[in-house]
């Protein structure tokens, strides 16, 4: 089965651990966490002080986003504050010995290490990192903003990636604009984790909709 991991992006900050305590009661696997720095995205959200609050109140699978410049230099915090996985976008990289760099460090601290991608960016342009990392998030809108349409070209890239799960062993996680109709599409092409900020906190229902990916 799939799993399910709401973005707190779309949550009440106000009202953070209520929002948790519901997406957690209403069966969310994962806490998908957008930390966005106003430089490789447009947007800003929040970093790694507000992941160590959440992390003293949840016990779910805290998956960190990282869509920021920079991302060696700030990794660290990130997993003192108690992520569980770390995902970076390869489009914020400088070389392929970052890269490198950045999946080690995280490996050597015992965290699970994600490549993402963004629209525009192919498959072929990380296949040669598929055997050193744990998840390839693949981003199904321009990253920055929660509840943009989903763009339909990423279910190509969760089948090519099915395929290479073949060879390698790592998750396939979607992120953008997911709803029951475009997780389904997900679902059919191979997904493994799906991301949804606005279709769940925004939904009148929250069981109702977490059951309505898987
Ligand atoms: C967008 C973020 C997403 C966002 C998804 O850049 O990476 O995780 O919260 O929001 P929805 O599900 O509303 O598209
Ligand atoms: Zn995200």
Not at 180 to 202: E, N
Request: with cysteine.
């Amino acid at each position: 089965m799939v799993k399910v991991a709401p973005s707190v992006l779309s949550a009440n900050f106000a009202e953070l651990k209520k929002d948790l305590d519901s997406i957690k009661e209403s069966g969310a696997d994962w806490i998908h966490y957008d930390v966005m720095d106003g430089h490789f995205v447009p947007n800003i959200s929040f970093g790694y002080s507000i992941l160590n609050d959440i992390s003293q109140v949840t016990d779910l699978y805290l998956d960190v986003h990282l869509m920021i410049s920079h991302p060696i230099q700030y990794v660290e915090q990130f997993i003192k504050a108690h992520a569980s996985s770390i995902t970076f976008h390869v489009e914020a990289m400088e070389s392929e010995e970052q890269i490198r760099e950045l999946i080690q460090i995280v490996h050597s601290q015992g965290i699970d290490v994600g490549i993402s991608i963004k629209p525009q960016t192919s498959v072929q342009d990380i296949e040669k990192y598929l055997e050193d990392v744990d998840l390839v998030l693949v981003m199904s809108v321009e990253p920055g903003f929660g509840g943009q349409p989903f763009q339909k070209e990423a279910v190509d890239k969760i089948q090519q990636l099915s395929q290479l799960k073949e060879k390698y062993d790592f998750l396939i996680e979607v992120d953008g604009g997911i709803n029951a109709q475009t997780g389904l599409l997900c679902r059919d092409a191979g997904v493994d984790v799906l991301v949804a900020g606005s279709y769940i906190f925004h939904a009148e229902d929250r069981k109702k909709a977490i059951d309505s990916l898987k």
